[in-house]
C-alpha cells in the first residue's frame, strides 16, 4: 500500500467524485468500489472496472510521488 497527495487545482473534478478502490481476486476477478455522496457500490462489470481503472489512473499521475507525498504529510506535520 502506498500513499499519494493530489494536491489542489490538479486533476479537475474526476477527483472530486469520491473514493475509488480497485480489487483483483486471487482468481484475477477485477472489481472496483466506489464511494459518493450517500451512496456506495461494488462494480463486476468490465467496462464499469474500466472506466474507474482510467480515473483512478489519471489521478494517480496527477499526484504527487510516494516520496513527494511523505515529504508533504512530514512537512505539514511540523507545522502543527
Known amino acids: 500500500m502506498s500513499i499519494q497527495i493530489l494536491p489542489f487545482g490538479r486533476c479537475g473534478g474526476v477527483a ?3 473514493p475509488i478502490v480497485l480489487l483483483e481476486t486471487e482468481e484475477h476477478e477485477l472489481f472496483a ?3 459518493g455522496q450517500g451512496t456506495s457500490v461494488l462494480y463486476a462489470s468490465p467496462s464499469k472496472v ?5 480515473k483512478h489512473d489519471m489521478i494517480r499521475m496527477h ?5 513527494e507525498s ?11
Not at 474500466?50 to 482510467?54: A, E, G, N, P, Q
Not at 508533504?72 to 502543527?80: H, L, S, T
Open 16 to 18: 472530486l467524485n469520491g
Open 63 to 67: 499526484s504527487l510521488s510516494v516520496e
Open 50 to 54: 474500466s472506466s474507474l481503472t482510467r
Open 70 to 80: 511523505a515529504d508533504f504529510i512530514r512537512r505539514v506535520a511540523e507545522k502543527q
Open 33 to 35: 468500489f466506489a464511494e
